[in-house]
């Protein structure tokens, strides 16, 4: 008896319940969902590919077949380079100096001190706002009449530089700006890890006497090191896709010299309706970002 | 006694810590030593300040007339000049900017949510031939920026006669946030109790009927967290419309605040009040719902 009822309830209880149904839940939910994901995401992506091996303005068919040449013209022009470099450097600041910023951060407004949720909501706040209202109120700072940088310089009665329009200087700016907006965000996944951290570890470490130093390095760090991987790999993928905030800063210039794949593709594909040409770099984009995913999936988050 | 098997035990290995050991016993019960306490509000306060002074800046700077700007960018205000804010307030332009983000993002959220929570529904509780190969299948979603795709998309938007609407904004956007919102839905509808579907069984109640008076009520965390990343990173949006929109009066606030910043270039102390204002919706929003909206933007990192 009681087993004949174990039986009957099996299939609920492994939460595949096998039953009459199924069919209008799948003819009514799940087309939706599919249509609109495969007109707007899938197929383009395709389309991406099919259209970078033509010489095409948009209009008509594409039919002037040319192979790889788009790719050609784009690994030899130097504003993509420039870009890839860009793109390469952006990467590396967020590993290198936003994600310990953010730590640092994290551990501080962790102590229960009065001010820390003020502390971290304000650290916050910047990563809410649009990247093109973060942009343009640092085009504001950074400029040379009116902003921080010339308040800075009339006080030394120096010249005032005029950051955003120094090709050699613009690019830092930008760096700069970047920073500012996404460490409270890397801050914020720092604050949900450590939370989850056991206390005890840190009870019997200070029983031990270990140094603050000795805790963060032997218990912080191993213990945060899932939210660490997936902090950097949020930044890798950000900083791939960064445009709207360069452009009310810079545009891509001066000379090209804070251009980022997307400015580019923005710039020399788009605005000129150079299809088949944008759609290579979207490829590329495309393949960076496969390639970096899966690589640091593979090999960093196996175990997450 | 065990402060002296503590001694003991750690003497064996690094004598001199002694010490160090006694004010962290201070410490961990929550109190710090003045130093320490100095270093932390220190550098929090520093912190907050470079966050800070660019908004406070804008702000203020809103206030000021032009000249006041120049010579005193960062100070208050010589006299506070109220018709910069004003005059922005009195115009129809924000309002509509605001209105087309607003439409934007409310069609894109209530999109979003009905068509990723139901193709979730069915991939937690139906299983059928082909479901895993199609969930991964949305889940490709998640890794590629909108920009890899971003010229066949305006063209495909082209050839449906989409160009230049609301729609042509609010599908590829819903689109490209499928991934994650399936996810997250997924996630939680599996979460909730077999029994419940079981006890709806036995009473007649079919998948649909399940799915709109029991999981959907009890949803309501997770459409709330949806949502909001759906509707912050529509009102933020500013690479799609830029492409896709034409007329002016279709701008929503990103693209809006561009065009207002190229007009009056000059001007910056009506560009800063225009931003201000532009921003002050989402600080507003930040701070009557940090907790929520906190936890939403963290979500997808933190689940994922």
């Known amino acids: 008896m009681s087993q004949t009822m174990i039986a009957a309830r099996a299939p609920g209880i492994r939460g595949r319940p096998r039953n009459k149904g199924t069919l209008p839940v799948l003819i009514l939910f799940l087309p939706p969902a599919l249509l609109v994901f495969t007109l707007f995401v899938i197929l383009p992506m395709g389309e991406a590919a099919w259209y970078s091996l033509y010489d095409w303005n948009g209009y008509g068919l594409p039919e002037k077949f040319i192979g790889l040449k788009n790719f050609e013209l784009l690994f030899r022009n130097g504003a993509f380079r420039q870009a890839l470099m860009n793109n390469g450097l952006i990467m590396l600041v967020s590993i290198a100096i936003q994600i310990p910023l953010a730590l640092w951060l994290a551990t501080m407004v962790s102590h229960r001190i009065p001010g820390a949720v003020s502390f971290r909501l304000i650290f916050f706040m910047p990563y809410v706002l649009a990247d093109v209202a973060a942009g343009l109120i640092w085009r504001f700072v950074y400029d040379g009449d009116y902003g921080l940088f010339a308040a800075i310089a009339s006080f030394f009665n120096v010249a005032s530089p005029y950051v955003l329009a120094d090709k050699n200087l613009a690019i830092y700016a930008v760096l700069g700006v970047i920073v500012w907006k996404y460490f409270g965000f890397h801050m914020m996944l720092f604050i949900a890890g450590l939370q989850s951290i056991d206390k005890s570890y840190y009870e019997a470490a200070e029983m031990d006497g270990a140094t603050r130093w000795q805790r963060f390095r032997n218990i912080t760090l191993p213990l945060l090191a899932p939210t660490i991987r997936l902090s950097v790999f949020f930044s890798v993928i950000g900083s791939l896709q960064l445009f709207d905030m360069i452009m009310p800063l810079t545009g891509g210039g001066p000379s090209n010299s804070t251009q980022t794949m997307v400015t580019f593709l923005y710039s020399y594909g788009i605005t000129r309706m150079k299809v088949g040409f944008g759609s290579a770099v979207g490829v590329v984009l495309f393949v960076i970002c496969v390639t970096l995913a899966f690589g640091y999936k593979r090999i960093f988050m196996r175990n997450d | ?304």
């Open chain 2, 1 to 304: 006694m065990t402060d002296q098997t503590i001694i003991a035990g750690k003497s064996l290995t690094e004598p001199s810590v002694i010490a160090p050991r006694r004010r962290r016993e201070v410490f961990s019960k929550h109190r710090m030593s003045f130093v320490t306490w100095l270093y932390l509000y220190a550098s929090l306060l520093l912190i907050a300040a470079v966050v800070l002074l660019p908004l406070l800046t804008t702000a203020v700077g809103g206030f000021k007339t032009l000249g006041d700007l120049r010579v005193n960018p960062f100070g208050l205000p010589n006299q506070w000049v109220w018709s910069n804010y004003l005059d922005i307030l009195a115009g129809a332009r924000y309002w509509q900017m605001l209105g087309n983000s607003l439409i934007i993002a409310v069609l894109s959220v209530i999109l979003t949510l009905a068509v990723a929570a139901m193709a979730a529904f069915t991939f937690a509780h139906v299983k059928f031939f082909g479901s895993g190969f199609l969930l991964n299948y949305f889940l490709i979603g998640l890794m590629f920026p909108v920009a890899t795709a971003i010229l066949p998309l305006f063209i495909r938007i082209r050839d449906l006669g989409l160009l230049d609407t609301y729609w042509g904004v609010v599908l590829p956007q819903v689109a490209f946030g499928l991934g994650m919102s399936i996810m997250l839905f997924r996630k939680f509808f599996q979460n909730v109790p077999h029994e419940l579907f079981d006890a709806a069984q036995v009473d007649g109640c079919g998948y649909i009927r399940y799915f709109w008076h029991i999981t959907l009520p009890l949803s309501r965390p997770i459409l709330a967290t949806v949502g909001i990343v759906a509707f912050v990173n529509s009102w933020n949006s500013y690479l799609l419309p830029l492409i896709l929109l034409n007329t002016e009066g279709k701008y929503p606030w990103p693209l809006g605040i561009m065009v207002y910043q190229g007009e009056f270039s000059t001007d910056w102390q009506l560009v800063l009040a225009f931003i201000t204002l532009t921003i002050l919706p989402t600080i507003i929003v930040f701070f009557a719902a940090q907790k929520h909206i906190v936890a939403g933007l963290t979500a997808g990192a933190v689940k994922g």
